[in-house]
């Protein structure tokens, strides 16, 4: 009786920790996904749907184009460097409605949207704390995988020389769990530009980097008001101490560029001294209203 007994506790124990793991695990998935969905109603209809013609491209990106090697540059005509206007298409299907975001969270304060990628998010920073987003959602609630946010270093209209977000690598490829596909060389040659629009501008950069480096931050890199270390900077990001890495070939920054990094983690299940950057230089700097 005694066995029978105990093997019923154990099985009545088995089932709550079953039901217990399962509830757990629904919970952290409905976490995980963060802001995910509520955002669309930011955006512009038909947003995602469109076809994009990217600055200085007069035909949309052929996805089936072939790269033969990491060192070969796609055959394309050049975008234009520093300003420039973007196609009407760019402007609609860009456009964000700030002011229903102010109304939920004043902290948002610009878009990002990589094309190619699931990266399609609002970006928000914190004057409480440089990591106050990392888990919390664009509501400010608590979530496990935060947003896409900056640190109060960086001014929030993107005029530094370098202005650097952070997200957190997604296992399903939200946020930036996308950044890795950069690791690709037909993918980083396919999928070059990022787009910030902001209340009153679009801005896009060119992907020239994505390199794996080390947890230093990269604000602290070098002395941004100075030209001659800014350059050196520049040219460490071109020529990064790591095989893995990947460098768009031919290209050349000077003292008067601005760049952008997206930052994040290396791997989701540890944590690592490591960190994942892709990094783009501005190429148009376009006024919406």
């Known amino acids: 009786m005694k066995n029978s007994s105990k093997k019923v506790i154990w099985r009545i124990i088995g089932v709550v920790f079953a039901v217990l793991a399962v509830v757990f695990a629904v919970l952290l998935f409905l976490n995980l996904r963060g802001c995910e969905g509520s955002i669309e109603q930011f955006k512009k209809p038909g947003k995602s749907e469109q076809a994009v013609t990217l600055p200085g491209i007069d035909e949309p990106i052929d996805s089936n184009i072939t790269i033969e090697s990491e060192t070969t540059p796609p055959p394309e005509t050049e975008p234009p460097i520093a300003t420039g206007e973007l ?26 949207t990589v094309p190619g990628t699931p990266i399609d998010y609002p970006v928000l920073q914190s004057q409480v704390s440089d990591l106050y987003y990392e888990r919390r959602s664009y509501t400010g609630a608590h979530s496990v995988s935060g947003c896409i946010f900056t640190q109060y270093y960086n001014r929030p209209d993107f005029s530094d020389r370098n202005t650097v977000l952070y997200g957190h690598y997604m296992l399903d490829g939200t946020f ?34 994505a390199y794996e ?38 290209t050349q920054l000077s003292a008067n560029d601005r760049i952008i990094t997206l930052s994040t983690c290396v791997s989701y299940y540890t944590y690592s001294s490591r960190r994942y950057l892709v990094q783009g230089v501005l190429i148009a700097d376009v006024e919406t209203q």
Do not use: Q
């Open 87 to 112: 196609p009407s298409e760019v402007d609609e299907t860009y456009d964000v409605d700030f002011g229903s975001m102010y109304d939920i969270n004043p902290d948002i304060h610009a878009w990002i």
């Open 213 to 250: 480096t080390d947890n230093r931050h990269v604000l602290t890199l070098c002395n941004y008001s100075d030209d001659e270390d800014y350059l050196r900077y520049l040219e460490s990001c071109l020529n990064p101490s790591t095989m893995v890495r990947t460098i768009r070939e031919g």
């Open 176 to 209: 930036f769990g996308s950044l890795h596909n950069y690791k690709d060389p037909e993918f980083f040659n396919n999928n070059r530009y990022i787009y910030i629009t902001l209340p009153d501008r679009v801005l896009v950069y060119e992907i020239f980097a």
